[in-house]
């Protein structure tokens, strides 16, 4: 979605957010929308944890197939270098951050973690106060003191696969593996747990109120609405905010997910369901309840849980697979190897290709132009999106980049077919699909699948089918050599007097004006169409929801972005785009703001590549532009706390802890309030965004920034990434549709998120 709304994040929208009401209304597998896509672990680091190179420390996110870094031999700890075999990115993932003596990591719950002492990887939701981290220091590894565990920073994560004997890399300074199954399987371990988790389950059906079913049949399967079962099921998204508290029920670390309405319950078994969300994320729990039906997008029924119980299995054993399916049917099944050797998948995707008796086209290609194969028998493969409100069910599959999509119907698709489909070994992997072009009664094209099967492996659609890793075909004559990419030597101020001369011959010029990126995505694109502008951002996604080439710009890849419209450029220029865009670099655009279907974007003239950010750099644009004033040590955080009591202290604006203030928000209304919290998901042109209690905060409050001054509403932008904490003073209002929102009239900006204190501040 998020990738979505980088497309769309110049459109007006005109309605409220209904709020919590909708959020369990509407359960996200069984309506329109897609399920959520996301990694095999998930086993990831968090968008700008600096991963160390023979060059110097660079961003995760700017590191693509081929780039080099530093692997560990840990008998040794002598580091040498090796090349990034693949790179999976998700969007919107939970994170623990572990601190420790000099520094921070921010990563998913299961990613392994190197333990000096145990001489072996742990997932990072095993490791506690006082555990020890492996710390690459002066050329070895230094055992390093965790200080303390806690919810990291919620956003888009990256899983590296390394190649290489050690398959592992060094993040924030710490000794990590690399994406994959690198935890062995205890056997003894995994039978163990089989048995607590059968026993619970038998003794649920023995008990014979509820009935045990598969998560996945609840969508299948019509006849078990209005029907008590029994799910065993990974609890995400825990909100106790009134009216609806609710949270998701997610089988397959990513599948298809349920609603869970939590309204039902105690206030005490909340809390306690909450808290075991933000332990670790990855409790197996058995919840009990009635499955009800709400109406869905299309008028279909679309199933609940009102919850009426639920018991905690406890974590499963390091190793095992993130499935419930999985863990329910056997040890064996919870030690599967789901990924693919990248060579055996590279070999079965030229298999596929030469197969003579299916035309083979490329996802991408075959989804811009699917109207050119009608009636044609064709094979592809690519991402696969599951739609189940649709009867029967069918597939979108994407590129790389995610958009656009070719619409695939499953016709003769049996239960045990989906079943596979919505399982995590196929989930996010690659698909294989042959069939026959088709036409619809209402004229569009659609691919009807003959056959389809997983691949085996999450390698981008690109790196499968070249066959070196230092080459990527960008289009057609277009091949980038990724060995050439190296660090541009020079240090931070150097860099920026490059982005400041190159500013001045633009506007020297006077063809131009120069304006922020920022100032363009916060104004109505109908306001500035025609107008003539060049800014500077960090070239971030692939955006085809517009017709032609587009990529966007912002601020190292955080919402909101701004598309960009290449179609102008020369060819060259338009290969340089594409390949700039994977590494930490600035680009100057220079174009006519222009409209289609109402939807703003930039028409681009004239490019400029800045080059790469010096080693060590890793910081947004407008920080490499703005440098901030240095600030003194505040390493207890006094100077800190005395800004938040100042802040509280204002006697026009009554106080409230975040949780307090969200609890019964409809008490206050049109009452002047100040909160502290994070900018969340952003309505550029509407000028709403969801102020939650931390960056990671699963609660929120709309907000409208409407009667801000612009410099304030550009803090709030760049307050998304890297998140900071804001303190806002605002009158409480209520929608037409009752929704309760917040008319911010004053916003203080109080540094780099800091949850811990927010939390603990009164």
Not at 373 to 381: A, D, I
Request: one cysteine or more; charged letters at 25%; aromatic letters at 6%.
């Amino acid at each position: 979605m998020r990738r979505l709304a980088a497309l769309l994040l110049l459109a007006a929208v005109e309605a409220w957010p209904a709020g919590g009401d909708a959020d369990l209304l509407q359960p996200y597998a069984v309506s329109t929308a897609p399920v959520k896509r996301v990694g095999g672990g998930p086993m990831c680091v968090a968008r700008g944890t600096l991963v160390e190179t023979p060059s110097g420390p660079r961003p995760v996110e700017f590191l693509g197939v081929g780039a080099e870094l530093l692997s560990v031999d840990t008998a040794t700890g002598k580091a040498r270098p090796a090349r990034v075999a693949a790179v999976r990115r998700k969007e919107d993932a939970e994170t623990l951050r572990l601190a420790f003596d000099g520094g921070t990591l921010d990563v998913t719950a299961e990613h392994p973690l190197y333990d000096p002492h145990a001489r072996a990887y742990r997932r990072a939701s095993a490791f506690a106060a006082g555990d020890r981290l492996a710390r690459r220091e002066g050329g070895s590894l230094v055992p390093v003191a965790v200080t303390g565990v806690s919810a990291g920073p919620r956003g888009p994560v990256f899983d590296l696969t390394v190649d290489g004997p050690d398959r592992n890399f060094v993040a924030a300074s710490v000794l990590v593996h690399n994406k994959g199954r690198a935890i062995p399987l205890d056997p003894k371990a995994a039978q163990a747990y089989h048995r607590i988790v059968s026993a619970a389950v038998e003794a649920v059906r023995r008990e014979g109120k509820y009935a045990p079913v598969d998560l996945n049949d609840v969508f299948l399967e019509p006849s078990l609405l209005d029907r008590r079962v029994a799910l065993a099921v990974f609890p995400r998204h825990v909100r106790n905010a009134p009216p609806k508290p609710s949270c998701w029920l997610d089988a397959d670390a990513g599948g298809p997910n349920l609603t869970g309405a939590l309204g039902a319950l105690a206030e005490t078994k909340r809390k306690e369901l909450l808290a075991l969300d933000a332990a670790t994320r990855r409790h197996l729990t058995l919840f009990m309840g009635v499955l009800k039906r709400a109406p869905a997008f299309d008028g279909s029924p679309a199933p609940y849980l009102e919850v009426e119980d639920f018991r905690d299995l406890g974590e499963p054993p390091p190793g095992a697979s993130p499935s419930a399916a999985d863990i329910l049917e056997s040890p064996a099944a919870m030690a599967a190897a789901f990924e693919t050797a990248a060579d055996a998948a590279r070999a079965r995707g030229r298999a596929l290709k030469a197969d003579r008796r299916w035309r083979y086209v490329d996802v991408d290609a075959l989804a811009d132009e699917l109207e050119r194969y009608v009636g044609r028998r064709v094979s592809t493969f690519g991402h696969k999106t599951l739609y189940l409100a649709s009867r029967p069910p069918l597939l979108r599959l994407s590129g790389d980049d995610l958009q656009p999509t070719v619409q695939v119907t499953l016709p003769g698709a049996s239960p045990e077919d989906l079943r596979r489909l919505m399982r995590r070994p196929a989930h996010h992997r690659k698909l294989v699909v042959r069939g026959e072009v088709r036409r619809a009664p209402n004229g569009a094209a659609y691919l009807e699948a003959r056959s389809f099967e997983d691949l085996g492996t999450s390698l981008p659609v690109k790196d499968i089918l070249n066959p070196s890793p230092d080459r990527i075909e960008i289009g057609p004559g277009m091949v980038v050599q990724r060995a050439t990419w190296t660090l541009t030597a020079g240090d931070r101020d150097a860099y920026r007097r490059r982005a400041l001369e190159t500013l001045d011959r633009f506007r020297a010029a006077g063809r131009y004006r120069i304006v922020d990126w920022e100032d363009l995505v916060l104004t109505r694109p109908s306001s500035r169409a025609g107008e003539r502008v060049v800014t500077i951002g960090i070239p971030w996604e692939n955006a085809k929801g517009l017709r032609g080439a587009f990529c966007t710009i912002g601020n190292d890849g955080a919402d909101p972005q701004l598309p960009v419209r290449l179609a102008n450029l020369a060819a060259r220029q338009q290969s340089d785009f594409y390949r700039v865009r994977f590494h930490s670099r600035l680009v100057v655009v220079a174009g006519v703001v222009a409209l289609e279907d109402g939807r703003g974007y930039l028409e681009a003239e004239e490019l400029v590549d800045l080059g790469e950010f010096p080693v060590g750099v890793a910081a947004p644009a407008y920080e490499l532009l703005e440098p901030a004033p240095p600030q003194p040590p505040d390493p207890g955080g006094e100077t800190l706390r005395r800004r938040m009591a100042a802040f509280a202290g204002d006697p026009e604006f009554q106080y409230f802890r975040f949780e307090d203030l969200v609890v019964a928000p409809k008490r206050y209304l049109d009452k002047n309030v100040s909160v502290l919290g994070a900018a969340g998901e952003l309505e550029p042109i509407t000028k709403r965004f969801k102020l939650q209690s931390s960056f990671a905060g699963q609660n929120f409050l709309w907000a409208s920034m409407e009667h801000l001054p612009a410099g304030d509403q550009k803090l709030i932008v760049r307050a998304m990434f890297p998140p900071r904490t804001l303190g806002v003073k605002a009158r409480v209002r209520q929608a037409p549709n009752g929704a309760v929102w917040l008319d911010v009239q004053a916003v203080s900006d109080f540094g780099k998120d800091r949850p811990d204190l927010i939390n603990s501040f009164r």
